[in-house]
């Protein structure tokens, strides 16, 4: 089945400092990559959509220069989290999708804690 | 506002017992699916039901589809102490290509051993 991962899982960092956190497609090309946050014991909510090649979509309340997305290739998308602050600690997980395809498959998650 | 909503948002039950989970939803869709997600870690993907489907099944799943009624429910049988995870329903927009998707609350589901 496809395999999405994602790197780090885990990261702990002070506030003021940015992190990047990799989504990888491992066995399909992934046209399209979601990003979404999920706060302890809550669902998940979409950040931003990520098409190759193009310019991310980021969803009402979420700031695109706080949150940069790249998606240079058809199996690599980055968040980076920029000047992090202890409200951005969440559980961030991506999700790939290639054309016409129905199902997203999901990465297992990266926990960002900031201190 | 959350396109799902799933009941109850907390479940506990005996293994062996059945596990039914409901979820409604707003707006019209093209699918439905049920993901689950173990403590701390991603979604996996459980089962896709189409909009002109009404009743699928996969191993001990069964979900159902009522789009009249925008709902949707989980039945997991003889459930299993590992079948403890939060269970979500999301659904996708109709007639918009590769869409997020949108999730309900979930459900907590413990299977007592």
């Known amino acids: 089945g496809a395999v999405v991962s994602q790197h780090p899982s885990r990261v702990i960092c002070k506030s003021g400092t940015s992190v990047k956190i990799e989504c990888r497609s491992l066995?399909?090309?992934?046209?399209?990559m979601f990003w979404y946050r999920q706060f302890p014991k809550q669902s998940l909510m979409l950040m931003a959509t990520s098409n190759e090649g193009s310019k991310a979509t980021y969803e009402q309340g979420v700031e695109k220069d706080k949150f940069l997305i790249n998606h240079a290739s058809l199996t690599l998308s980055t968040l980076t989290v920029t000047s992090a602050h202890p409200e951005d600690s969440s559980f961030y997980i991506c999700s790939a999708i290639t054309a016409y395809q129905e199902t997203q498959y999901f990465g297992p998650g990266t926990r960002l804690l900031v201190l | 506002s959350q396109q799902g909503e799933e009941d109850p948002q907390a479940l506990s039950i005996q293994e062996g017992e059945n596990a039914t989970m409901n979820c409604s939803y707003k707006?019209?869709?093209?699918?439905l699916q049920w993901y689950r997600q173990n403590s701390g870690r991603g979604l996996v993907h459980l089962i896709l039901?189409?909009?002109?489907?009404r009743e699928k099944h996969s191993g001990r799943l069964r979900v159902t589809l009522d789009t009249s009624k925008k709902s949707s429910s989980l039945l997991i049988t003889a459930s299993r102490a590992a079948d403890t995870a939060s269970y979500f329903c999301a659904t996708d927009w109709p007639n918009s290509g590769n869409t997020p998707l949108v999730f309900g609350k979930g459900t907590r589901l413990s299977v007592i051993a």
């Open positions: 707006t019209s869709i093209n699918n």
């Open positions: 039901i189409r909009s002109n489907e």
């Open positions: 066995d399909f090309q992934a046209t399209t």
